[in-house]
């Protein structure tokens, strides 16, 4: 088994990806919404990279529809990207979800040339890690990143499902720099993941924004046991 880690997903070509797993990042906040989502009663995801066609879908069957731009809601949107607003489960029974962010939603859809598609972050790390090591392949550790720029909290997300590959191995397996820069930046944090996601720059503006609840949310390590699997068009947990 070989890892390798691919810094912004928008960089990320087929050959990196060609059968192997991928888990894909955007800790803040678009994977952790996912994982929040789908544990809390959310039968699927549709990642979605336009909003147009997000409204089209959700106005179509009946989906919940979510999303953000610049860290905000969509004007208009019932929802945004805050995983705090998905933690209490579904509303009016709509269990269906059509979410469209910045950054998280296109990167999962890039990825979708690898031979399996898991959503990871530091709240399901665990779980993420169990899963890609039973696959027995390759891993592809894509990191959404930030506009098309690294960002720190991905690297670190990605570098704490690399403690519980570790971890659950028992070994160090072969990996790739960047990918032990992750796992390196991890065990810095490991004590405080909070305060990694507050240095990133990211994480800085959604402090900005009055996000901060948010940040403590998607610092919670192995929160959940959840593991969302992209099947094409939509996610679904495991």
């Known amino acids: 088994m070989n890892i390798n880690l691919i810094p912004v997903a928008s960089a990320a070509g087929t050959e990196a990806m060609s059968g192997a797993t991928a888990v894909v990042f955007d800790v803040l906040r ?17 990642p979605v990279v336009n909003v147009e066609e997000a409204v089209q879908i959700a106005r179509e069957r009946g989906f919940c529809l979510a999303g953000e731009r610049g860290g905000q809601k969509i004007p208009g949107f019932p929802m945004g990207n805050s995983p705090l607003e998905f933690s209490t489960g579904p509303v009016a029974g709509a269990d269906i979800l059509v979410l469209t962010t910045s950054n998280g939603t296109a990167a999962i859809r890039k990825a979708s040339t ?18 890609a090591i039973s696959e027995g392949r390759d891993i592809a550790l894509i990191c ?10 991905d690297i670190l997300g990605a570098g704490f499902v690399l403690m519980e590959i570790v971890a659950t191995a028992n070994s160090v397996p072969a990996m790739d720099d960047q990918a032990l820069t992750a796992l390196c930046l991890a065990r ?49 947990g495991s």
């Not at 959404?144 to 909290?153: H, W």
């Not at 810095?188 to 949310?217: F, V």
């Open 30 to 46: 678009a994977s952790s919404t996912i994982v929040t989502a789908l544990s809390s009663g959310y039968r699927m995801v549709y």
């Open 114 to 131: 690898a031979e399996k598609v898991l959503i990871g972050s530091i709240i399901n790390a665990r779980a993420v890690a169990r899963t």
């Open 144 to 153: 959404a990143g930030s506009d098309g720029l690294y960002a720190l909290e």
């Open 188 to 236: 810095y944090y490991q004590q405080d993941p909070l305060a990694g996601l507050m240095e990133a720059n990211h994480g800085k503006k959604l402090l900005g924004l009055g996000l901060k609840s948010d940040l403590r949310w998607c610092s919670r390590l192995n929160l959940y046991d959840t593991v969302p699997i992209f099947a094409g068009n939509y996610i679904k």
